[in-house]
């Protein structure tokens, strides 16, 4: 800052001979309009529009892009993080595609992360899918999530209804060994691992719910026949069609017991009739061989 810093006049007016005129304070001077003015105003202007220029190609503020794709990792939604920080939702889920990406590469590695010797499939999208086919669940009624926060792994989330109920398995899956940790017992069933085991330390149980870690789902004693997912996508397709047969017929037993009393009245009296024959009726019938009403006479006399 100058020592002496200049005083700012404030333009009057243009005098009657082209003059212009300036006051500062009480006091007025004139400026006579010459080259050396002109050339001054064009040089002042030109270093306006420069620093203009200048200042608007400075942000104000930078974009918190890292911050967004973050909370969008973790789970949140793009309305709450343009909230957040005062964006629109377009531009938030602009910067958070290529999170939606990673998230989708996570669930399909997770898929084909190799399933236990023992369980006798190949990977662990056949395990679950076979284990979901006994319980009369199919794969496609299943939603997946992936969610991760900072550099813990990933955490893979699958939810679908069972027996009208909503049910939550979750895993932790570190992506560099492919470790699979279930977090619940629905988790752990979905695997064919032991229910009611405890929960690893790396679990925050503090933020799981009663709902998240107790749920459970029946798979039941269904026997599937051989081991491979196509065995248990037949099976499936068996227990819809004889659950549709039942239906059929249990319509059908519905029908025929509200059936008319009018027109089952005639068939019972015949089947009494032929249970029940009188004599007179024997005797009168014209259809009655002639011997059998003779005997009949006979045996009266």
């Known amino acids: 800052m100058p020592e002496n810093p200049?005083?700012?006049?404030?333009?009057?007016?243009?005098?009657d001979s082209g003059e212009l005129v300036f006051s500062l304070g009480n006091?007025?001077?004139v400026v006579r309009v010459d080259d050396t003015l002109e050339h001054a105003i064009l040089e002042a202007k030109q270093l306006k529009a420069e620093n203009q220029r200048y200042s608007q190609a400075q942000?104000?503020?930078?974009?918190?892009?890292?911050?967004?794709?973050?909370?969008?990792r973790v789970g949140a939604e793009p309305a709450q993080v343009a909230e957040k920080y005062g964006l629109s939702e377009t531009l938030v889920r602009r910067f958070s595609a290529a999170?939606?990406?990673?998230?989708?590469?996570?669930?399909?590695?997770?898929?084909?992360?190799?399933?236990?010797?023992?369980?006798?499939?190949?990977?662990?999208?056949?395990?679950?899918?076979?284990?979901?086919?006994?319980?009369?669940?199919?794969?496609?009624?299943?939603?997946?999530?992936?969610?991760?926060?900072?550099?813990?792994?990933?955490?893979?989330?699958?939810q679908f209804e069972s027996a009208g109920r909503p049910v939550r398995a979750e895993w932790y899956w570190d992506m560099h060994n492919n470790a699979i940790t279930s977090l619940n017992n629905a988790a752990r069933k979905l695997l064919g691992e032991r229910d009611n085991a405890e929960l690893p330390?790396?679990?925050?149980?503090?933020?799981?719910?009663?709902?998240?870690?107790?749920?459970?789902?029946n798979v039941g004693s269904v026997s599937i026949p051989g081991?491979?997912?196509?065995?248990?996508?037949i099976e499936r397709a068996v227990s819809a069609w004889r659950a549709t047969d039942r239906s059929t017929e249990q319509a059908a037993a519905s029908a025929a017991s509200n059936a008319s009393p009018n027109t089952a009245a005639p068939a019972a009296e015949g089947v009494q009739s032929q249970q029940n024959p009188t004599s007179s009726t024997t005797a009168t019938n014209p259809l009655t061989p002639?011997?059998?009403?003779?005997?009949?006479?006979?045996?009266?006399?």
């Open 99 to 158: 999170v939606e990406t990673e998230k989708q590469y996570a669930i399909t590695q997770f898929f084909t992360v190799p399933a236990p010797k023992e369980s006798r499939v190949r990977t662990v999208a056949e395990l679950v899918e076979r284990t979901l086919a006994a319980a009369r669940i199919g794969m496609e009624s299943v939603s997946w999530k992936a969610t991760r926060r900072g550099l813990e792994p990933w955490k893979i989330t699958a």
């Open 290 to 301: 002639r011997s059998l009403r003779v005997g009949t006479s006979a045996q009266r006399q």
């Open 27 to 29: 006091a007025q001077f």
């Open 59 to 72: 942000p104000t503020h930078s974009l918190p892009i890292s911050q967004i794709q973050a909370l969008i």
């Open 227 to 233: 081991d491979s997912v196509r065995s248990a996508r």
């Open 201 to 217: 330390a790396t679990t925050n149980n503090a933020l799981m719910t009663s709902t998240e870690r107790d749920a459970e789902f």
């Open 6 to 15: 200049l005083n700012e006049a404030k333009f009057e007016r243009v005098g």
